[in-house]
């Protein structure tokens, strides 16, 4: 956390591009335990990497299509946002939009952009670290669920804090949260989690763009449950990494529509 005019700011980073892909991951022992015969019979094969004694950590093949799905979602995630293309502008331009359709915008650098949560005029300074994907995610979800979307950015819901967690910046980090949690920079999956996501990649294209709307959802539902404030941002989006994780592990789970925090998103 960054502290700036006396506020705090939730600090993003930008994942280096190919960072360890082809390295062993550093699964925890209950990511080695939690998985079930289940799903290991849905088309994940998985062996162990022994790197050092008593160090036996997880490894997945994939099936070429997985291959071929998690490439497609990997080169995503590497594009950086380029103020100079016009088709990023547009997308931009678009968020604006889908955010306040009824709201002309005064250009891509205006102090209108604070309204949905940015930090400051130009949004590509904080989105910069999540890259394009980042707002990918957020357009995505304000076309595909509006209600939500417009709840969560208007705070509609719950007994608010009076200092609140800011819309576009938690959007950001709830796309970064993402990639680390599936492992997503690597070769192939080295969790259950990273593994298990792969079987609804596969199914859908746009499954992390999915995943993306029942996170933030889950965010702000922790946040109202747990009486959060600003200062408390990074404990909620670790409670809601926890609570993400071992739904995605359920056994009864077999697309991300089952996942018990969808329910939580109004489609419309």
Same mark, same amino acid.
């Given at each position: 956390?960054?502290?700036r005019?006396?506020?705090?700011?939730?600090?993003? =980073? %930008?994942?280096s591009?190919?960072?360890?892909?082809?390295?062993?991951?550093h699964?925890?022992?209950?990511?080695?335990?939690?998985?079930?015969?289940?799903?290991?019979?849905?088309?994940?094969?998985?062996?162990?990497?022994?790197?050092?004694?008593?160090?036996?950590?997880?490894?997945?093949?994939?099936?070429?299509?997985?291959?071929?799905?998690? +490439? %497609?979602?990997?080169?995503?995630?590497?594009?950086?946002?380029? *103020?100079?293309?016009?088709?990023?502008?547009?997308?931009?331009?678009?968020?604006?939009?889908? /955010?306040? #359709?009824?709201?002309? !915008?005064? @250009? +891509?650098?205006s102090?209108?952009?604070?309204?949905?949560?940015?930090?400051?005029?130009?949004?590509?300074?904080?989105f910069?670290?999540?890259? +394009?994907? *980042?707002?990918?995610?957020?357009?995505?979800?304000? =076309?595909?669920? #509006?209600? *939500?979307?417009?709840?969560?950015?208007?705070?509609?819901?719950?007994?608010?804090?009076?200092?609140?967690? #800011?819309?576009?910046?938690? @959007?950001?980090?709830?796309?970064?949260?993402?990639?680390?949690?599936?492992? !997503?920079? /690597?070769?192939?999956? =080295?969790?259950?989690?990273?593994?298990?996501?792969?079987?609804?990649?596969?199914?859908?294209?746009?499954?992390?763009?999915?995943?993306?709307?029942?996170?933030?959802?889950?965010?702000?539902?922790?946040? !109202?449950?747990?009486?959060?404030s600003?200062?408390?941002?990074?404990?909620?989006?670790?409670?809601?990494?926890?609570?993400?994780?071992?739904?995605?592990?359920?056994?009864?789970?077999?697309?991300?529509e089952?996942?018990?925090?969808? *329910?939580?998103?109004?489609?419309?």
């Open positions: 956390m960054d502290d005019d006396g506020g705090s700011f939730v600090a993003v =980073r %930008r994942i591009q190919g960072l360890d892909r082809g390295t062993t991951c699964s925890t022992s209950e990511e080695v335990v939690a998985g079930s015969a289940a799903w290991l019979g849905r088309g994940l094969s998985c062996v162990c990497v022994q790197t050092r004694e008593n160090d036996c950590r997880p490894s997945f093949d994939l099936t070429p299509l997985q291959e071929e799905c998690l +490439l %497609r979602l990997q080169n995503r995630i590497d594009i950086a946002y380029d *103020s100079s293309l016009s088709e990023h502008q547009d997308t931009l331009r678009a968020l604006w939009y889908a /955010a306040f #359709p009824h709201e002309e !915008l005064n @250009g +891509l650098i102090e209108q952009w604070k309204e949905m949560g940015w930090q400051g005029k130009d949004p590509s300074t904080d910069r670290g999540g890259g +394009l994907i *980042s707002l990918e995610n957020l357009l995505f979800f304000a =076309r595909n669920f #509006p209600t *939500s979307f417009q709840d969560l950015l208007r705070k509609r819901e719950g007994d608010r804090a009076l200092w609140e967690y #800011p819309f576009a910046v938690a @959007g950001v980090n709830i796309t970064f949260m993402l990639i680390q949690m599936l492992d !997503l920079e /690597a070769v192939k999956p =080295r969790n259950l989690v990273g593994a298990t996501f792969l079987q609804f990649l596969t199914e859908n294209e746009f499954a992390f763009d999915l995943l993306y709307c029942i996170t933030f959802k889950l965010m702000d539902h922790q946040w !109202l449950a747990m009486h959060a600003y200062m408390d941002f990074n404990s909620v989006m670790k409670a809601t990494r926890h609570q993400l994780e071992k739904e995605l592990l359920e056994e009864d789970v077999t697309c991300l089952d996942l018990p925090s969808y *329910s939580l998103l109004i489609r419309g």
